[in-house]
């Protein structure tokens, strides 16, 4: 601290007991500093105050230089407060993991001032994960839902269409990116239309101007009727706050339902939003995205020229085929007496067929007839045979079924003054002339008393 009691004790001119009489006294004048001498002094100060801290925070735009030395800045849960770090190549090799924007990690360093830019800075001499960042936990919370929603699906996601006539681009009017993107489109495919639809890309405002700004694509009909191909969402790198806007849930439900086809290219390669995971496809770059969805002029001219190329060796191919086919239709035209011959030995070879075939044919039936002739009788007296024996059957069986066998067992019918056979002694009465039939004759007869076997039962006359 001396430093700081030079400047409350220094002064200039010279001190009461000095060669001038006067009783005036000299005004104090404050030390003038160097900025170098007090930025360094200032670095000392805070050294030689705080020594070696440990510093909790979230992890936000980290880098890594060439030269491997990474650069960050740490910054507290509420956001108002934020420490520029830099990480040494040697110190940052010692890292296990992949340190990214979001993470919530624990680092030890010293404090000190940038000298360059007079910024405080803490030189981390060794990071650690302290649990996950409160947007990182937010961006994985959302991605989980979204996700068991099947809003990530490959089943859903549709192809590209390979040579679009129209492009809709969905950025920042200021953005680099649209100049990245337009300038590969015109270098590629300058055939290509090309729709801005301009919108915020960073703020609380971007996410509703990022959904309209897709609303308005679809709904987007140029002259002829016929919309966009292909829509694209860009924006350039940045940190896990600036590329926020693309994880917002109202943008990554907008970019699932988009009834055009979109490629996401946003942030650097490294960078991954859930627009990217809902996207019809991801590209790592702005730049990229503009590639993806235009095939390049020159290798469709190409295309075109082997097409072209094909089809007139096809076409000549054709023609030389029919034109032989012609000849020969030509040359079988111009000689009819060759075809009248050709057809004359066709005739004779047919007559000659016949002529050896229809005496083997005859000879044939006529064998066929006599085999038949020989099998008649024998067929038709089997059969006679098989008719009288079914008759004989029959015959029995009828003769089995007459009345008159039953009489020859000494049995009798007996019949009434009416011609009705009588079953029961209930149709008898004492006085009442019957007719009964034997086997060799019919006796009349007079029924002189009614015995029944059973009595029988009175019945009820009553009315």
Known sequence: ???????????????????????????PRAR?????????????????????????????????????????????????AALRCAMFRRAFSQVGFRPMDGQRVE?????????????????VESLQRAGEGALFEQFLRLKARLEAEGLFDASRKRPIAPWPRRVGVVTSLGAAALRDVLTALRRRAPHVDVLVLPCS??????PPQIVQALQVAQAWRGTDGLGLDTVLLCRGGGSLEDLWAFNDERVVRAVAASAVPV??????????????????????TPTAAAELCSLPRADQLEALDDLAMSLTDALHRRLDQQAQRLDRLALRLSR?????????????????????????????????CATAAQRLPQALSQRLAQADRALAL??????????????????????????????????LHPGQALAVHLADGVAQTTVQQVTPTHPVKPTDSAG
């Open 1 to 27: 601290m001396g430093w700081l009691e030079d400047t409350a004790r220094g002064r200039s001119g010279v001190g009461s007991g000095g060669g001038r009489g006067s009783a005036a006294e000299v005004a």
């Open 32 to 80: 003038v500093w160097g900025v170098a001498a007090l930025v360094q002094a200032v670095a000392d100060t805070l050294s030689a105050r705080y020594g070696t801290v440990v510093v909790q925070g979230e992890l936000s735009g980290v880098t890594v230089a060439s030269s491997g030395h990474a650069y960050f800045t740490l910054k507290d849960e509420s956001g108002q």
């Open 107 to 123: 680092v030890q360093g010293k404090v000190s001032v940038f000298e360059a830019r007079g910024e405080l800075q803490l030189v």
């Open 201 to 206: 890309v960073q703020g609380a405002e971007a």
């Open 263 to 284: 490629i996401c290219g946003v942030g650097h390669e490294t960078d991954i939003t859930l627009a990217d995971l809902a996207a019809d496809l991801r590209a790592p």
């Open 336 to 368: 009819p007496g060759g075809l009248v011959h050709s057809a004359r030995q066709e005739v004779f070879a047919l007559e000659a067929r016949m002529r050896q075939v229809l005496p083997q044919r005859l000879l044939a039936e006529r064998h066929h």
């Open 394 to 427: 029959q015959a029995s069986r009828l003769n089995l079924l007459d009345p008159r066998r039953t009489l020859e067992r000494g049995y009798a019918w007996v019949e009434g003054e009416d011609g009705l056979a009588v079953t029961g002694v209930a149709q």
